[in-house]
């Protein structure tokens, strides 16, 4: 189950807008496990709203961007969850 997904990012004026899907069958579109999240902040971070916390075993969890802008940018994502 995930609780939490954290991002930030490191450049010149970054700002990435990513989501994260999941889904046992890599073809297949999969289910958002977040919305459309923007990430600027390059020293605390921010927290993206979960549209689905539980993903099942085997599962694929598969990053998308949607936009980036800035010089030299590097996004890091923390996804916090716990085994039920």
Known sequence: TVQEVY???TGS???TTFRLR???DRNNSGT???SNKTI???TSGQTA????ATIPANSWIWL????SSG???TLTIDIRYKLE
């Open 32 to 34: 958002l496990v977040t």
């Open 49 to 52: 709203t979960i549209s689905d």
């Open 64 to 67: 998308e961007t949607t936009a």
């Open 40 to 42: 600027n902040s390059k």
């Open 22 to 24: 999941h889904s046992t």
């Open 13 to 15: 004026s970054p700002s």
């Open 7 to 9: 991002g930030v990012v």
């Open 71 to 73: 010089s030299n940018v």
